[in-house]
């Protein structure tokens, strides 16, 4: 552990010398990364205390009782407390204001940043105690926001929660004070965890408010001593395992939230890993963490921003690492979530339940995309409403209707369009479209047996979405991929080049060229897309095929 300590030394001392760096010479609004342009905000500088403190008590960090970031510190600290609102509450300038879901994520810097204090540093040195002092008045007036404050998403009710049971035993000696934190607490822990038995959160966050919630769930368990709250981050950091693609990084497209999409590595959850794991024996997840800091290292990225964490406890500032790595296969059916994850040595495959992009298959790096167009009436994708998990892949199913609004039975109080209530009126259903799709594995990559029916003559489509950028390779042509374009391919297989990855997508099949609706047609933009078209009533097959 001793290297990776050192490593996380190195990140946290590249975030000390950008903090020290947003130093603002002008005396009377010296701060330290708390503008953003012409917007002020504290966050950032609450943030950049943390680890600035912990390479401060480090005596391996050559930021070690260096006297002038002593002083930088003490001037954040000053900024924090003017930039507090007079209710105590902080602001995220871009849409929160008087904020107490963004006070709570910014009280929790703060209270580790104060038990860094507490514990490193000496009773007797009244340099620390200025900070502590400086620490807790910011903190109490803190508590006064989130007390009284509210929320808007899922996971800032268990960031709330959190800050209200740390402050309660923080400032247990004013005991009003400290019941009205807990029972505040007490109403949002009565809501209920919004956790399913597969570890998964509202938000399906995978990329980013999973690790959030994971946090809340710790710091509420350090407080009450409830083992309840660590089994939601153990479910989580298990149910995690199974949604690390082949190249390491995270699949996000079922987020929920801003991550959906973004390409992210598993560093948030380190620290989380390493603290279950050195509660309790928990090879897998020892495994883990010992896999995203060593390969994160190894990639040369910026250490995860968890010092200020591990050195608050001595179970992971002295752990050692038995296991390395994570699972090299999986099999796992997210019922609650309509999801299906695969993990195969040369392949992973997603399926997802309700969404128009419903198939991603990834080799190494490369991920295509798999969608059906189906512009029937106000449908313009098929968006699967049942699946179905097989022994070899899974079923999914949705219908269409083709429908037309009647005339009002009754006269109306308005001929205003607009203003016409149109829920009342009743609806002609002229036909239907069933469409079925089974997915199951081959060898070496997924068959796709299509199948619709009831509705005919409709023009559907198979589109492949892929990264721009690629080589495309037929027995007839050969073309670099550019994005936003698109080709049918009407018979054979065509091949995907990327670097060392090659992926064979076919047969084709091209009935018409029908690209898809005037209108609410989701664009390929950023991507490649290969169609394969047909009327129905149609039943074909296609593969993915890892070479």
Same mark, same amino acid.
């Given at each position: 552990?001793?290297?990776?300590?050192?490593?996380?030394?190195?990140?946290?001392?590249?975030?000390?010398?950008?903090?020290?760096?947003?130093?603002?010479?002008?005396?009377?609004?010296?701060?330290?990364?708390?503008?953003?342009?012409?917007?002020?905000?504290?966050?950032?500088?609450?943030?950049?205390?943390?680890?600035?403190?912990?390479?401060?008590?480090?005596?391996?960090?050559?930021?070690?009782?260096?006297? &002038?970031?002593?002083?930088?510190?003490?001037?954040?600290?000053?900024?924090?407390?003017?930039?507090?609102?007079?209710?105590?509450?902080?602001?995220?300038?871009?849409?929160?204001?008087?904020?107490?879901?963004?006070? /709570? =994520?910014?009280?929790?810097?703060?209270?580790?940043?104060? %038990?860094?204090?507490?514990?490193?540093?000496? +009773?007797?040195? &009244?340099?620390?105690?200025?900070?502590?002092?400086?620490?807790?008045?910011?903190?109490?007036?803190?508590?006064?926001?989130?007390?009284?404050?509210?929320?808007?998403?899922?996971?800032?009710?268990?960031?709330?929660?959190?800050?209200?049971?740390?402050?309660?035993?923080? =400032?247990?000696?004013?005991?009003?004070?400290?019941?009205?934190?807990?029972?505040?607490?007490?109403?949002?822990?009565?809501?209920?965890?919004?956790?399913?038995?597969?570890?998964?959160?509202?938000?399906?966050?995978?990329? *980013?408010? *999973?690790?959030?919630?994971?946090?809340?769930?710790?710091?509420?368990?350090?407080?009450?001593?409830?083992?309840?709250?660590?089994?939601?981050?153990?479910?989580?950091?298990?149910?995690? $395992?199974?949604?690390?693609?082949?190249?390491?990084?995270?699949?996000?497209?079922?987020?929920?939230?801003?991550?959906?999409?973004?390409?992210?590595?598993?560093?948030?959850?380190?620290?989380?890993?390493?603290?279950?794991?050195?509660?309790?024996?928990?090879?897998?997840?020892?495994?883990?963490?010992?896999?995203?800091?060593?390969?994160?290292?190894?990639?040369? +990225?910026?250490?995860?921003?968890?010092?200020?964490?591990?050195?608050?406890?001595? #179970?992971?500032?002295?752990?050692?690492?038995? #296991?390395?790595?994570?699972?090299?296969?999986? @099999?796992?059916?997210? %019922?609650?979530?309509?999801?299906? @994850?695969?993990?195969?040595?040369?392949?992973?495959?997603?399926?997802?339940?309700?969404?128009?992009?419903?198939?991603?298959? !990834?080799?190494?790096?490369?991920? $295509?995309?798999?969608?059906?167009?189906? /512009?029937?009436?106000?449908? %313009?994708?098929?968006?699967?409403?049942?699946?179905?998990?097989?022994?070899?892949?899974?079923?999914?199913?949705?219908?269409?209707?083709?429908?037309?609004?009647?005339?009002?039975?009754?006269?109306?109080?308005? /001929? +205003?369009?607009?203003?016409?209530?149109?829920?009342? %009126?009743?609806?002609?259903?002229?036909?239907?479209?069933?469409?079925?799709?089974?997915?199951?594995?081959?060898?070496?990559?997924? #068959?796709?047996?299509?199948?619709?029916?009831?509705?005919?003559?409709?023009?559907?489509?198979?589109?492949?979405?892929?990264?721009?950028?690629?080589?495309?390779?037929?027995?007839?042509?050969?073309? #670099?991929?550019?994005?936003?374009?698109?080709?049918?391919?009407?018979?054979?297989?065509?091949?995907?080049?990327?670097?060392?990855?090659?992926?064979?997508?076919?047969?084709?099949?091209?009935?018409? /060229? =029908?690209?898809?609706?005037?209108?609410?047609?989701?664009?390929?933009?950023?991507?490649?897309?290969?169609?394969?078209?047909?009327?129905?009533?149609?039943?074909?097959?296609? *593969?993915?095929?890892? !070479?």
């Amino acid at each position: 552990m001793e290297r990776y300590i050192a490593y996380l030394i190195k990140g946290a001392e590249y975030r000390t010398r950008q903090f020290m760096g947003g130093q603002v010479k002008d005396p009377a609004s010296m701060q330290f990364g708390g503008i953003r342009g012409d917007i002020w905000e504290a966050k950032p500088t609450i943030y950049a205390l943390a680890p600035a403190l912990a390479v401060y008590f480090n005596e391996n960090s050559c930021f070690y009782k260096n006297g &002038e970031l002593y002083d930088a510190v003490n001037l954040a600290l000053d900024f924090v407390a003017r930039t507090q609102r007079e209710d105590g509450s902080f602001d995220y300038p871009s849409c929160n204001f008087k904020s107490a879901a963004d006070t /709570s =994520f910014c009280f929790k810097r703060l209270i580790a940043a104060y %038990r860094l204090l507490v514990k490193y540093g000496m +009773d007797t040195d &009244e340099k620390i105690t200025v900070l502590k002092e400086k620490y807790l008045t910011v903190m109490h007036r803190a508590l006064e926001a989130v007390l009284v404050g509210g929320f808007h998403t899922p996971n800032h009710r268990w960031g709330i929660a959190a800050a209200l049971l740390q402050g309660a035993n923080l =400032f247990a000696e004013e005991e009003g004070f400290a019941a009205g934190l807990r029972n505040r607490a007490g109403q949002y822990l009565a809501e209920g965890i919004d956790a399913d038995e597969d570890g998964e959160y509202a938000e399906r966050s995978t990329g *980013n408010y *999973n690790a959030v919630v994971n946090n809340a769930m710790m710091a509420m368990y350090q407080e009450t001593g409830e083992e309840s709250f660590l089994g939601y981050v153990e479910r989580n950091l298990a149910m995690m $395992l199974n949604y690390v693609d082949p190249d390491d990084t995270i699949f996000t497209q079922n987020s929920t939230r801003q991550d959906q999409g973004k390409k992210e590595y598993a560093d948030k959850y380190f620290y989380q890993y390493l603290y279950m794991c050195s509660r309790q024996e928990y090879p897998a997840f020892d495994a883990a963490a010992h896999k995203i800091i060593k390969d994160n290292m190894e990639r040369g +990225d910026l250490a995860p921003d968890c010092l200020h964490i591990i050195m608050n406890h001595d #179970e992971m500032m002295g752990y050692h690492f038995k #296991e390395y790595g994570f699972p090299q296969q999986y @099999r796992k059916f997210f %019922r609650h979530a309509g999801v299906l @994850r695969v993990k195969k040595k040369e392949y992973a495959y997603t399926v997802l339940n309700g969404k128009s992009a419903f198939l991603y298959f !990834k080799s190494k790096g490369t991920v $295509l995309c798999v969608k059906i167009g189906e /512009s029937c009436c106000d449908i %313009r994708n098929f968006i699967p409403d049942k699946i179905e998990e097989l022994p070899d892949g899974c079923r999914l199913e949705a219908e269409a209707e083709s429908w037309y609004y009647l005339p009002f039975e009754e006269k109306q109080d308005t /001929s +205003d369009w607009w203003k016409m209530d149109q829920s009342k %009126r009743k609806k002609l259903i002229s036909s239907r479209l069933k469409t079925t799709l089974n997915i199951h594995e081959t060898e070496n990559g997924l #068959e796709l047996s299509l199948k619709a029916e009831g509705l005919d003559r409709l023009p559907l489509r198979l589109e492949i979405c892929i990264p721009a950028g690629v080589t495309l390779e037929h027995p007839a042509f050969a073309l #670099e991929a550019a994005p936003g374009e698109g080709m049918i391919l009407k018979e054979g297989y065509l091949t995907i080049r990327d670097g060392l990855t090659e992926v064979e997508i076919g047969p084709g099949f091209g009935e018409h /060229s =029908f690209k898809g609706h005037y209108s609410g047609e989701e664009i390929n933009q950023n991507g490649y897309t290969v169609y394969a078209n047909g009327y129905t009533p149609l039943e074909k097959k296609f *593969n993915l095929m890892v !070479k």
